[in-house]
């Protein structure tokens, strides 16, 4: 598990995530308004929209607020015009990162994540510098407490899982994108409930950082995160999930 799912996985069990909501709703609208425009306002024959929806309604979005955000990305309402970015750059100790960015200002928005990386230790680079090192995966996380592991590892991979991963806490079933949703789907019909379910961009090597340098990278996380305008950070970090929940923990 790359250490941008360990602290994801380690914000949602501490709720972390909860204290933001009002900030997860305006980022979940703009994933559907955008998921809308590019593929169709019909989640049944739109996968991307199908998921955000699904997430919207996991985090207990009302039902308006996803149905107008769909008419805005169909042209049946008015609305701003949001364009996805990614930028690549490198955080404390030569960690990868990929910054992905929903933007009605993409000058304003470059500007601001340049900002925010030179202030927690790291810079943005040129396209192309970090990206090599993702694989585009399908992740789904599966917390192990009261869970028939075998069982799940057995449907999983029967439905065409790639590999699975033992973090200690969790299962994290790792497919193709194009696999991603049958898998997903056998494993919530055998009765298994993930506690998380994306297409993530899954670094092939990882970078342990210690001391300082694994508290700059969780901050400088944290300030990404937090900024409006970013859907989510990727980076090859390794980091002791001790310290991960201790920095957590003094917030």
């Known amino acids: 598990m790359s250490g941008h799912s360990k602290w994801a996985t380690i914000k949602r069990k501490k709720g972390a995530l909860d204290a933001k909501r009002g900030k997860l709703f305006s980022k979940l609208i703009k994933e559907i308004t955008v998921a809308a425009r590019l593929g169709g306002g019909d989640p049944a024959g739109n996968p991307r929209l199908r998921a955000v929806v699904e997430k919207a309604k996991e985090a207990n ?4 607020n996803i149905e107008r955000a769909i008419q805005r990305g169909t042209g049946e309402l008015e609305g701003a015009s949001y364009e996805e970015t990614t930028y690549e750059g490198y ?7 990929l910054i992905e960015t929903t933007s009605d200002n993409k000058k304003r928005t470059v500007a601001e994540i340049r900002h925010i990386m030179a202030k927690g230790g790291g810079s943005l680079g040129e396209a192309g510098c970090v990206s090599w090192m993702f694989h ?8 192990k407490e009261g869970v028939d592991e075998e069982r799940l590892m057995e449907i999983a991979i029967d439905a065409g899982a790639d590999d699975i991963k033992d973090t200690g806490t969790t299962l994290d079933i790792i497919t193709s994108p194009d696999n991603f949703e049958s898998v997903k789907e056998a494993c919530i019909k055998a009765g298994f409930k993930p506690s998380e379910a994306d297409i993530q961009m899954v670094p092939q090597t990882t970078i342990r950082l210690e001391g300082d340098d694994a508290i700059k990278m969780l901050k400088l996380m944290e300030m990404l995160e937090d ?17 991960m929940e201790r920095e957590l923990d003094q917030k």
């Not at 404390?92 to 990162?97: D, N, R, S, T, W």
């Not at 585009?136 to 917390?143: A, E, H, S």
């Open 61 to 64: 979005m009302p039902a308006d």
């Open 136 to 143: 585009r995966k399908g992740v789904i996380v599966f917390d």
């Open 227 to 243: 900024h409006d305008d970013v859907q989510r950070v990727y980076a090859n970090f390794d980091i002791d999930e001790k310290i």
């Open 91 to 97: 955080g404390p100790g030569g960690v990868a990162m």
